[in-house]
């Protein structure tokens, strides 16, 4: 078995991960119960059961890239591994599409996200030797990106015609089948607001419901990490709920831990999920959408291609095409009110939780780590990209500080 370094770039110490720090906690229990050893590095160091912990320090780097047979990491992390750890075979998770995502800091912070973020994307590319992403539609997005690094070359195509042993799908997962308690509460859950979804939307539609079903909530969650995340968007939707009156009914309540997530969506009836349009939109695989499946929730969503394939698949939600309150409206209210079809939506929630299993979903990992190694055509047609880092100026300073733009 070998000795595999987890490098999470999100703390881990507060019991409250996002994503990121979900996928990797995940990882390390999959990679600890085939038998490996695994150290996981945070900011915080924070801890996860059966393995080594460290906190993610130029001097740690050093010393566990030594003593390690694989390291696995995933954004901006990934920049302090190659500056200070040793060469060892790196597995690169690019299943958050970070520098897509992050376009829409830019009237907010300025350019000097962007540079760094394809700065970071474009090391990361160059000195990985297997990458991972969650979708065909992003496996797509990543050999382009793949090819024009010189990563995808002849040698590369030669040992694997479909690059499997280059890039890999490995999407999120979910943990066992758990019974939920059952709930005759009209509860919505949208869960924490990133600054590429549409609250604003959500509100409305559910002020429209409540016409029909008068003692329906919302409930949004503030994100665990407001340092590494900006909140732009959850101080719009606060301020949009006191405008038209809904503080009764549209709560904001903290991040739940981890391991007591399950009694909290137990509380809700239905999830809801609203965004526009974009190529964020299409690259996406949201987190959230498997955690509400794996909850038992029924989905209510504006259209994303990887969510409207999975819904569709399992019959576990609804896909509202058009960014129209009303018609949100409508449907949270249909489903609400046909207990046949949200229990058929239930029901398939249950049959998608037993087929992403987090040991499957991760199945291309767990054969690297069985098998480490360092990519031998890495070099061979290496073609050296550079964006230029822009150096944050005094207004971008400001920008950061205030969290908006001016």
């Given at each position: ?100 995502e ?37 496996r ?15 040698l ?26 059952t ?24 002020i ?21 995340t900006?909140?732009g968007?959850?101080?719009?939707a ?77 019959h ?33 929630a249950r ?7 987090w ?13 480490p ?34």
């Amino acid at each position: 078995m070998s000795r595999v370094l987890l490098i999470c770039p999100e703390p881990l110490g507060h019991g409250h991960p996002a994503g990121i720090g979900i996928r990797f906690t995940e990882m390390a229990r999959v990679l600890l119960a085939d038998g490996h050893l695994v150290t996981v590095m945070s900011p915080d160091a924070g801890a996860v059961a059966g393995c080594e912990s460290a906190a993610l320090t130029p001097e740690a780097l050093a010393l566990h890239t030594s003593t390690s047979d694989a390291a696995v990491v995933q954004g901006h992390a990934a920049n302090a591994l190659f500056a200070h750890g040793r060469p060892l075979p790196t597995v690169v998770d690019l299943y958050d599409p970070f520098i897509i995502e992050n376009l829409h800091y830019y009237a907010g912070r300025g350019a000097e996200v962007f540079t760094h973020d394809h700065k970071t994307l474009l090391q990361s590319v160059a000195r990985g030797d297997f990458f991972l992403c969650a979708s065909e539609a992003q496996r797509m997005f990543y050999a382009g990106l793949l090819l024009a690094a010189g990563r995808l070359n002849p040698l590369a195509f030669d040992a694997s015609p479909r690059l499997d042993q280059l890039l890999a799908i490995a999407p999120f997962g979910v943990q066992p089948v758990r019974e939920r308690a059952t709930t005759d509460v009209p509860a919505i859950l949208f869960g924490g607001i990133y600054d590429w979804y549409d609250p604003l939307l959500a509100i409305d539609a559910v002020i429209l419901a409540r016409k029909s079903i008068p003692d329906l909530t919302l409930t949004f969650t503030r994100h665990p990490n407001p340092q590494l995340t900006p909140q732009g968007r959850t101080a719009e939707a606060m301020a949009h709920a006191r405008r038209k009156g809904a503080d009764g009914f549209i709560h904001f309540e903290p991040w739940v831990a981890y391991e007591k997530r399950g009694e909290f969506l137990d509380r809700f009836s239905l999830a809801l999920l609203t965004f526009p349009q974009s190529i964020e939109t299409d690259l996406s695989m949201r987190t959230r959408v498997y955690d509400y499946l794996w909850g038992g929730l029924p989905i209510v969503t504006s259209s994303a291609p990887g969510t409207d394939a999975l819904l569709a698949h399992y019959h576990a939600g609804s896909v509202i095409a058009i960014d129209s309150p009303e018609a949100f409206a409508t449907e949270i209210v249909a489903i609400l009110r046909d207990s046949q079809r949200h229990q058929k939506m239930a029901s398939g929630a249950r049959s998608f939780v037993a087929d992403h299993q987090w040991p499957r979903a991760l199945e291309p990992l767990r054969e690297f780590c069985l098998r480490p190694r360092i990519d031998p055509a890495k070099e061979a047609f290496a073609v050296h990209l550079e964006v230029p880092e822009r150096a944050a100026s005094i207004l971008d300073r400001l920008r950061r500080r205030i969290g908006g733009s001016f």
